[in-house]
């Protein structure tokens, strides 16, 4: 039974790129969660993802946006990199209004220069 | 969202009890307490969850004393492979995931 898988696994991108990120959530999860991870500190919530809508946001900028796809995988998009920007993005896969049972995959180092 | 409160880091041997302290003196009602352990370049893992008295699973117990304003993650002997940073939350949505910074455990040999 495979987790969750994200592409790619790092990522090198020059201030004001644009940046793709894919994730697929574990079997039988229909949601999807996006968080940050700075260096040293905790994940920091971006957004979720449920029936390919956002349905909650953290605190973040409007540079960063996603999509949820009917098979309920999703990507992060984030424009106009910053060197802020720089961190691990994990996705999280769960199942529709439980608050336990996260699933995360290694993330995706993005190193914006 | 309650804030929690735990140690930056702890030391512990190999085959020792570890005892991880988390505060959330403004926990609501609803809320529901869950660890989290993360290595390094991955994600977090779900270890397990409660919300009164106590949990046990194959990995670890959790403690809530009866007012809920703490709890204490317990990993029995402990081996090198534990050495990581654990994560206290405290939530009641499911929608959204409140890390602080967590508690860096290092298993010494």
């Known amino acids: 039974d495979a987790g969750v898988t994200q592409s790619p696994t790092h990522l090198i991108k020059t201030r004001g790129q644009q940046v793709t990120l894919r994730c697929s959530p574990k079997s039988g999860h229909d949601t999807v969660s996006w968080y940050q991870q700075a260096l040293g500190q905790g994940p920091q919530f971006i957004f979720q993802y449920y029936e390919e809508e956002e349905r909650q946001r953290g605190n973040f900028p409007d540079r960063f946006s996603g999509h949820q796809y009917p098979n309920y995988s999703s990507e992060l998009n984030v424009n106009a990199l910053l060197l802020g920007d720089s961190a691990l993005y994990l996705c999280?896969?769960?199942?529709?209004?439980?608050?336990?049972?996260?699933?995360f995959g290694s993330g995706t180092r993005l190193t914006v220069v | 969202l309650a804030k929690t409160t735990q140690p930056i880091s702890m030391d512990s041997y190999e085959g020792q009890e570890v005892n991880i302290t988390c505060s959330h003196n403004?926990?609501?009602?609803?809320?529901?307490i869950t660890w989290y352990q993360q290595f390094p370049s991955q994600g977090p893992r779900f270890i397990i969850q409660?919300?009164?008295t106590k949990v046990t699973n194959e990995v670890a117990s959790l403690f809530i004393p009866a007012d809920r304003k703490s709890s204490t993650l317990s990993l029995p002997r402990v081996s090198l492979s534990d050495t990581a940073v654990y994560y206290c939350?405290?939530?009641?949505?499911?929608?959204?995931?409140?890390f602080g910074s967590g508690t860096q455990l290092t298993v010494l040999p």
């Open positions: 999280a896969s769960s199942l529709n209004r439980r608050n336990y049972g996260y699933t």
């Open positions: 939350l405290v939530d009641r949505s499911a929608r959204q995931l409140t």
């Open positions: 409660g919300y009164k």
């Open positions: 403004n926990i609501a009602t609803n809320d529901y």
